[in-house]
Nanobody, 121 residues
């Protein structure tokens, strides 16, 4: 089973920065996309940013220009650099990886346990 371990969440003042990391381990044959989603209290989970295997990226309009997603394929790790944080960025952030465990298997989505990001005003 693919395991995702997240780190980097915490409490920060508005205007501050945080960097989230997510490393995929255990049995992995290949990784396609890697991304970050978030869920605020009382709201649905939403896409924050995603990066494809070739490096193409896509961002939610609300974070464009402030957040940067990147990946290190050698380490099976995806990062989310968050700058100019706002109170409305407060949420639990989840790492998502679309991967194949073996050459004969289809791709599946895997999720991290979530990390809390709180931005105070």
């Amino acid at each position: 089973q693919v395991q995702l371990v997240e780190s980097g969440g915490g409490l920060v003042q508005a205007g501050g920065s945080l960097r989230l990391s997510c490393t995929a381990s255990r049995i992995i044959f290949s990784i396609n996309s890697m991304g970050w989603y978030r869920q605020a209290p009382g709201k649905q989970r939403e896409l924050v940013a995603i990066i494809g295997s070739g490096g193409s990226t896509n961002y939610a309009d609300s974070v464009k220009g402030r957040f940067t997603i990147s990946r290190d394929n050698a380490k099976n790790t995806v990062y989310l650099q968050m700058n100019s944080l706002k109170p409305e960025d407060t949420a639990v952030y989840y790492c998502n990886v679309r991967a194949r465990r073996a050459w004969f298997e289809n791709e599946s989505d895997y999720w991290g346990q979530g990390t809390q990001v709180t931005v105070s005003s």
